[in-house]
């Protein structure tokens, strides 16, 4: 996998999470209790919408079963940028998986992997 966080020196996050092979397999950004502020999606590769799936958890996500707290579509060969000025409270963790189909039930991955980064503040 291709997941990086590091130290993030401005005002609305601490933690900046970078994932440049985001696909429908469960990735766990942060354990504990957080907020996510902002996020980035690259979905250019991809000739289809993609959505991002956010869930409270640290463990035991299943793509397809868990229901998300959270899901964002991203269009078809576009990137998007999200801002929550209020952020999403995580009491567990922050987690996430994209798929081509939002709601629970989708599972299946796009064709080529996202690259995601996310703000988090602790």
């Given at each position: 996998?291709?997941?990086?966080?590091?130290?993030?020196?401005?005002?609305?996050?601490e933690k900046q999470t970078i994932d440049t092979a985001a696909?429908?397999?469960?990735?766990?950004a942060h354990s504990g209790a957080a907020k996510l502020s902002g996020w980035f999606v690259d979905n250019?590769?991809?000739?289809?919408?993609?959505?991002?799936?956010?869930?409270?958890?640290?463990?035991?996500?299943?793509?397809?079963?868990?229901?998300?707290?959270?899901?964002?579509?991203?269009?078809?060969?576009?990137?998007?940028?999200?801002?929550?000025?209020?952020?999403?409270?995580?009491?567990?963790?922050?987690?996430?998986?994209?798929?081509?189909?939002?709601?629970?039930?989708?599972?299946?991955?796009?064709?080529?992997?996202?690259?995601?980064?996310?703000?988090?503040?602790?």
């Open positions: 996998m291709a997941v990086s966080a590091k130290t993030v020196p401005v005002p609305f996050a696909s429908s397999t469960v990735q766990y250019t590769a991809n000739g289809a919408k993609s959505f991002i799936k956010f869930y409270d958890a640290t463990g035991s996500v299943t793509v397809g079963t868990t229901a998300p707290i959270a899901l964002f579509m991203i269009p078809a060969s576009t990137s998007r940028m999200f801002s929550m000025p209020g952020a999403i409270s995580f009491s567990t963790g922050i987690a996430y998986a994209v798929t081509t189909a939002g709601g629970t039930a989708g599972t299946a991955a796009p064709g080529t992997a996202l690259t995601v980064r996310l703000l988090i503040s602790l």
